[in-house]
């Protein structure tokens, strides 16, 4: 999964909203020194990840592009959840996807004080330029996928990885409606037996 997937599925609290996003700019053990809730966060996202690798319908999602592709067919598929979050948003959370955004960007600048630098940049651009609303388009999939993808040397898959979304488009779409309700559910099943936060001492929102 992807930024808005991360924010999205941590989001029944601050911190492990935080933790969420954060789980891509931390690396090796988790720091002690942060606050349990966002610890929490950047574990959530850790098991995301471990369950999205094993997950059958984000397999199949991942066996629809070329085999040329198929190296960093995982991370483009990452991407794509996103673009089908975004539109989905409001359906799956009973709640605007310009609400939630809105909101994300308020906790992750309020908690600025625990992102390692990279982190407050990148917080700070989501924000500046609306990167959550900016994924109910493709275009910004294939502008994020082409910059990893120029940047570990493979910038020759990327269009044909769009050429396959575009051609299988409800198919993928198909593919992240089943998995994504999965996804979620393993969530809250991990965090009623991991949450160590108290969510009655921390505001959901600043």
């Not at 969530?187 to 949450?195: I, P």
Request: glycine fraction near 6%; aromatic fraction near 12%; hydrophobic fraction near 45%.
């Amino acid at each position: 999964m992807n930024f808005l997937a991360h924010c999205a599925l941590g989001s029944a609290h601050a911190h492990y909203l935080v933790g969420g996003f954060l789980g891509d700019f931390v690396k090796g053990p988790v720091p002690s020194d942060l606050p349990a809730g966002i610890r929490t966060g950047i574990r959530l996202h850790r098991r995301i990840d471990a369950f999205s690798a094993v997950q059958t319908d984000i397999k199949t999602s991942v066996a629809r592009l070329p085999a040329t592709s198929r190296r960093l067919a995982p991370v483009f598929v990452d991407l794509v959840a996103d673009h089908f979050l975004a539109r989905h948003f409001e359906t799956a959370y009973e709640e605007p996807l310009a609400e939630f955004s809105v909101r994300a960007y308020g906790i992750l600048a309020d908690h600025e004080d625990y992102l390692p630098a990279g982190a407050v940049r990148f917080s700070r651009f989501m924000r500046e330029h609306d990167l959550f609303g900016l994924y109910v388009d493709l275009e910004p999939v294939e502008r994020a996928f082409r910059r990893i993808a120029q940047r570990l040397g493979r910038e020759e898959v990327v269009d044909e990885s769009m050429r396959a979304l575009r051609a299988d488009y409800r198919e993928f779409e198909a593919d992240f409606l089943r998995y994504y309700p999965a996804l979620r559910e393993h969530v809250s099943n991990w965090l009623s037996n991991e949450g160590t936060v108290d969510i009655s001492a921390v505001p959901r929102s600043c």
